[in-house]
């Protein structure tokens, strides 16, 4: 499995457009602006998240693989952040639609519902929809649909803090969703195959994708109950439990780069989302004539789930933990590490 680099911001990466598209009233709007014609195999990509593009986590993993496809010469794009409201990112789409965008990729799955009604009016634009694993044979002639390993990365995530020996292990959650249970259920399994003494106290689940204020609460919540390591599966509550766990003296893992220093100080590994690999897999088959009818998963194998180096924070993390997850990792590649 590759490691990844630290993520820029993403104000760094992407050009703020002045004008919102048509029919819309918030969110904001980044697009390539390139200054010359696009050339005819360029291919015009519209995309929406429904999170801030710098969380550093699931919504900036799309902004940092299309703003790469543009500095390639393969795409370019407009995209919006914030359009978690079907009401709002139903026309958004409907508009890039209109305007004779080649491909439209909604990444989460708050959109799935407003691309499916979309694609159907729009049967000669290529769309994408994202959702847990129940999405993946929803695809249609001109809908591709994608997920990410749920199991591969709880049990990664949870055999990194497992490794570290840390115990009781407090865990902060988004929403109680079926996908994030299952990341849960997956987390838990990992430690224990680390760490068979390890204790869990009860989830917090914080309420929302984005509320970092309630998340860093429920952190710290966890600490006072005895927490020596807590975890969370990103999104923009992870720079509070980031935060929260800095300021208690205690391990995290899963604290994505917009924590800040200080909270990735604490943090000794995330396992998250690397876009690029799929996103250039989609434009391709645009291009080619190839794309829709299918649904597809990002995994360690291609490359679609990656982590951050193995952090020791000061040596409280054992020297032999790096080692034992490069194992764990090739053992989850090859098979011989079962998860489920």
Request: aromatic content about 6%; proline content about 4%.
């Amino acid at each position: 499995m590759r490691r990844r680099a630290s993520l820029l911001p993403a104000a760094a990466l992407i050009t703020v457009a002045g004008l919102a598209l048509a029919g819309c009233s918030s969110g904001s709007s980044a697009s390539s602006d390139s200054s010359t014609p696009a050339a005819d195999d360029v291919i015009k990509v519209g995309a929406l998240t429904p999170g801030n593009t710098n969380d550093g986590a699931f919504n900036q993993s799309l902004a940092d693989a299309l703003e790469k496809l543009k500095d390639e010469g393969l795409i370019d794009y407009e995209l919006r952040d914030q359009m978690s409201d079907p009401a709002e990112s139903e026309p958004v789409i409907a508009d890039f639609a209109s305007q004779g965008y080649d491909l439209i990729i909604g990444h989460g799955i708050e959109l799935g519902d407003a691309v499916f009604s979309v694609a159907e009016t729009f049967p000669d634009v290529k769309f994408t929809a994202s959702g847990g694993p129940d999405i993946l044979e929803k695809y249609t002639d001109n809908v591709e649909t994608w997920t990410y390993s749920t199991p591969e990365v709880g049990y990664l995530s949870g055999y990194i803090a497992g490794a570290t020996g840390a115990s009781p292990i407090g865990r902060v959650e988004s929403l109680e969703l079926d996908f994030v249970t299952a990341t849960d259920a997956f987390f838990q399994q990992g430690v224990t195959a680390a760490n068979p003494a390890a204790e869990f106290l009860p989830v917090v689940y914080a309420g929302s994708f984005d509320d970092a204020q309630a998340a860093a609460a429920a952190t710290t919540g966890l600490i006072g109950q005895g927490a020596k390591l807590v975890y969370t599966t990103g999104d923009g509550i992870a720079a509070g439990v980031g935060s929260a766990a800095a300021d208690g003296g205690v391990l995290s893992v899963g604290v994505s780069s917009a924590g800040g220093e200080a909270a990735l100080a604490n943090n000794v590994s995330t396992v998250d989302l690397d876009m690029y690999p799929i996103v250039k897999a989609w434009v391709e088959e645009v291009a080619d004539g190839g794309f829709g009818g299918k649904g597809v998963t990002s995994t360690l194998a291609n490359g679609g789930i990656v982590f951050d180096p193995i952090n020791d924070v000061g040596g409280q993390v054992p020297a032999e933990a790096a080692a034992k997850v490069d194992e764990v990792i090739a053992g989850i590649n090859d098979g011989s590490v079962t998860i489920g």
